[in-house]
């Protein structure tokens, strides 16, 4: 029995996105952002969105086309202080700005993705961080309640991917990426290779295909992608 070949247009894979949809965006700065992805979302053009990526992006690129979209209502992120235009639009409250340490933010994803509703951490006791955070008592510690963080959709970047969805992530790109298309409902990966069934060394996935909903290639990455070079 062939395996399902997962393979999609650009249009076809963004244009499940509706409006108040919870997107995760994989990368770190430039390596790993699905900036095809991001584009055709800002063309597909859905209003009130929930973003979740670990930055902001750099004004002018990736995330920062989708707020100056104006698509986005709710950005969960660790910083925004590159992207001048985020800082902006939280200080005239146009967005709303959750801000996650860095490490949670990941173990929050990482969490959903196993199944589980949440974990117990002491980062953040005493700051802004912890404010309206549940706390429990363990061992005569006081520790917060971190919940699990999920989302309808995963858009992700990989090097290499086969027809089925398994995915390979190149150096940096291995970042947020594989704990995102854990966590949400339906994964869409943009790949600047796609290969038949087979072609890629089992040891060298990343992420498996079951975790993988669609897939578009990209062939020649655009200027935007220019930092990275391999």
């Given at each position: 029995?062939?395996l399902?070949?997962?393979?999609?247009s650009?249009?076809?894979?963004i244009?499940?996105?509706r409006?108040?949809?919870?997107i995760?965006?994989?990368?770190?700065?430039?390596p790993?952002?699905?900036?095809?992805?991001i584009?055709?979302?800002?063309?597909?053009g859905?209003?009130?969105l929930?973003?979740?990526?670990?930055d902001?992006n750099?004004?002018?690129?990736?995330v920062d086309?989708l707020l100056s979209?104006?698509?986005?209502r709710?950005?969960?992120?660790s910083?925004?202080?590159?992207n001048?235009?985020a800082?902006?639009m939280?200080?005239?409250?146009e967005?709303?700005v959750?801000?996650?340490?860095?490490?949670i933010?990941?173990?929050r994803?990482?969490t959903?993705?196993?199944?589980?509703?949440?974990?117990v951490?002491?980062?953040?006791i005493g700051t802004l961080?912890?404010?309206?955070?549940q706390?429990?008592?363990?061992?005569?510690e006081?520790y917060?309640?971190?919940?699990a963080l999920?989302?309808?959709?995963?858009?992700?970047?990989?090097a290499r991917?086969?027809t089925?969805?398994?995915l390979?992530?190149?150096?940096?790109a291995?970042?947020?990426?594989?704990?995102m298309?854990?966590?949400?409902n339906?994964?869409i990966?943009?790949a600047?290779?796609i290969?038949?069934?087979g072609g890629?060394?089992?040891d060298?996935v990343?992420t498996p295909?079951?975790?993988?909903?669609?897939?578009v290639?990209?062939g020649?990455?655009?200027?935007?992608?220019?930092?990275v070079?391999?």
């Amino acid at each position: 029995m062939p395996l399902l070949d997962k393979s999609t247009s650009l249009t076809e894979a963004i244009a499940q996105i509706r409006d108040g949809a919870r997107i995760m965006i994989g990368g770190f700065g430039v390596p790993g952002t699905p900036f095809t992805l991001i584009e055709e979302l800002v063309r597909h053009g859905p209003k009130g969105l929930t973003i979740i990526k670990n930055d902001a992006n750099e004004p002018g690129m990736g995330v920062d086309w989708l707020l100056s979209a104006g698509m986005v209502r709710r950005l969960i992120t660790s910083h925004v202080g590159l992207n001048a235009n985020a800082v902006r639009m939280m200080n005239a409250g146009e967005i709303e700005v959750e801000f996650v340490a860095q490490g949670i933010l990941a173990e929050r994803i990482r969490t959903a993705g196993a199944g589980l509703k949440g974990f117990v951490s002491d980062i953040g006791i005493g700051t802004l961080l912890a404010e309206g955070k549940q706390r429990v008592e363990m061992d005569g510690e006081t520790y917060l309640i971190e919940p699990a963080l999920e989302a309808d959709f995963a858009l992700v970047h990989a090097a290499r991917a086969d027809t089925f969805g398994n995915l390979v992530y190149e150096a940096t790109a291995r970042n947020f990426n594989p704990l995102m298309a854990m966590a949400a409902n339906c994964t869409i990966a943009e790949a600047e290779r796609i290969v038949p069934v087979g072609g890629l060394t089992p040891d060298a996935v990343h992420t498996p295909a079951p975790f993988v909903d669609h897939l578009v290639e990209l062939g020649q990455l655009t200027e935007v992608y220019g930092v990275v070079k391999r």
